[in-house]
């Protein structure tokens, strides 16, 4: 299974709301990241963690929270974006380190649109 | 700071078609290298992965060369399909231990009947 999985597919969200993207894998990968893509560009890195612990913060602002509570999950936290923030935001996990190969898994993304 | 081009941004060919997309990175200094495809509003696909040590990888009608010291690496589709439509995307990672990819800018690809 090298399936990475992201909910929800949509989000629609008003400029003073509170709302959560999820990502969840079952590979056993111990790196898992949030990247940002704009329409006809590559993807942005914003987060990496790495074994759980936030290793990588592309100074990305305060209105997005990462979150990872375990091996398996990961969360952003979303709260008082703005409409240049609508995106496609994409959940990716890989092995960490050590282990030969380090590919990396996509999941579908969430379109997030800010009003 | 590592760069990283795709050449051609927009390619069309007609249906049968053997084409080869081109990935260039300024910093030679990488780890592996890995190939995407992307349609239109979705997450990306891995398509192969090619290590620093490895000269191409092969899977089906796909195969990805790496030139690592001239900083170049394609992917060559055979007999292309109008399923092959989509955006391709290459990335480096510079080394075993660091986590980012760094994409290139994309070639989108469109098959016609």
């Known amino acids: 299974d090298t399936e990475v999985t992201q909910t ?20 056993g990968h111990r790196a898992m990241y949030w990247y940002k893509q704009k329409a006809k560009k590559p993807p942005e890195l914003m987060f990496v963690y790495s074994y759980e612990k936030l290793s990588i913060n592309e100074s990305v602002p305060s209105r997005f929270s990462p979150e990872c509570p375990n091996s398996s999950l990961l969360n952003l936290h979303l709260h008082a974006l703005q409409p240049e923030d609508s995106a496609l935001y994409l959940c ?14 996509f999941g579908q993304g969430t379109r997030l649109t800010v009003v | 700071k590592q760069e990283v081009t795709q ?3 927009a390619l069309s060919v007609p249906e049968g078609e053997n084409l080869v997309l081109n990935c260039s990175f300024t910093d030679s200094a990488i780890y592996n290298l890995q190939w995407f495809r992307q349609d239109p509003g979705k997450g990306l696909t891995s398509l192969l992965l090619i290590q620093s040590s490895q000269r191409e990888q092969t899977s ?14 394609t992917l060559y589709i055979a007999a292309s399909q109008p399923g092959d439509s989509a955006t391709y995307l290459c990335a480096v990672r510079k080394s075993r231990t ?4 760094t994409f290139g800018t994309g070639t989108r690809l469109q098959v016609t009947l």
Do not use: W
Not at chain 1, 92 to 105: H, L, P, R
Not at chain 2, 98 to 101: E, G, V
């Open chain 1, 8 to 27: 929800p597919k949509h989000l629609v969200m008003g400029m003073t709301n509170k709302k959560s993207l999820k990502c969840e894998q079952h590979m």
């Open chain 1, 92 to 105: 990716a996990s890989s092995q960490y380190g050590q282990i030969e190969g380090t590919e990396a898994f």
């Open chain 2, 7 to 9: 050449i051609p941004a």
């Open chain 2, 60 to 73: 089906g009608r796909l195969n990805a060369s790496l030139d690592k010291s001239s900083g170049r690496s």
């Open chain 2, 98 to 101: 660091a986590s980012k990819l």
